[in-house]
């Protein structure tokens, strides 16, 4: 089967919601409600996300500072042209990137229906739905398409599934940003995060599955840094982690991983 981008967009479906009272809001997403503009600041332009997006999504304020962030470190270069957001979810981040207009091409994966329809529903509201190429399917299958048909293209014997020709990318041209499920909200009664307990992927899936392109790892902000530390070969260059806050407050930390 062929991995292909999403030439239309999706139908909404009844999983794709839009509350606009507090009464209509399930109790455990209440509190995220309540901070709905501050998520998205085109809230109350017909928004629209599932009840699972409502808890991975970033702050529109923290997915504006990281789009200008993700260009400015010290691993970027000017070669770099196009992102690949790896869990779109609602579009938070993607549409950021997009809105950041740095980007030759933006990439969101999403592998949820229902989600990618809002995301691609949101990225209407904020003005960039043509600015984003969207692919419905599991960005790991991705990311191991993508990495085999650059190797094809330097002789290598093809293997696996084939990638769609539109989304044959220069390994060396793009940056990665992966925010990934952290297996809910349960991280938030740790001191210190263990990141090879983190689900569906822990650190190490990520990191060799993103490998050897640049990336930038959207990760809870009590992260275990000797665990971030420990990817760094010997010899190799330093990662940049950056801790990003909301009114005096971390959300998140984001380590910069150079390419290889």
Request: aromatic share 10%; hydrophobic share 40%.
């Amino acid at each position: 089967m062929t991995l292909r981008p999403v030439q239309d967009t999706l139908p909404l479906t009844e999983q794709c919601h839009h509350y606009d009272k507090i009464d209509q809001v399930p109790w455990d997403l209440q509190k995220y409600w309540h901070q709905r503009n501050s998520i998205f600041s085109f809230y109350d332009f017909g928004i629209r996300l599932t009840n699972d997006a409502w808890f991975g999504v970033t702050p529109e304020p923290v997915a504006t500072q990281v789009a200008k962030d993700i260009r400015s470190h010290k691993h970027s270069t000017p070669r770099k042209d196009t992102i690949v957001d790896l869990f779109a979810g609602a579009g938070g981040n993607t549409i950021a990137f997009a809105l950041s207009e740095k980007w030759t091409r933006v990439i969101g994966i999403e592998k949820d229906a229902s989600t990618l329809a809002c995301a691609q529903h949101n990225a209407g509201v904020y003005g960039v739905a043509d600015a984003i190429t969207w692919i419905h399917g599991d960005c790991l299958d991705f990311l191991a398409r993508l990495k085999e048909a650059n190797g094809n293209a330097n002789g290598k014997e093809k293997k696996g599934k084939a990638l769609d020709p539109s989304l044959q990318l220069d390994l060396a041209s793009t940056v990665l940003f992966a925010s990934p499920p952290w297996g809910g909200v349960s991280y938030r009664g740790h001191d210190v995060f263990d990141l090879s307990t983190m689900e569906p992927y822990n650190l190490a899936t990520l990191h060799e599955a993103c490998r050897p392109m640049e990336h930038a790892l959207f990760l809870p902000r009590t992260s275990d840094v000797r665990q971030i530390a420990a990817l760094v070969p010997e010899g190799g260059d330093k990662i940049e982690v950056v801790q990003y806050c909301m009114e005096g407050a971390s959300k998140a930390m984001v380590a910069y991983m150079p390419a290889e």
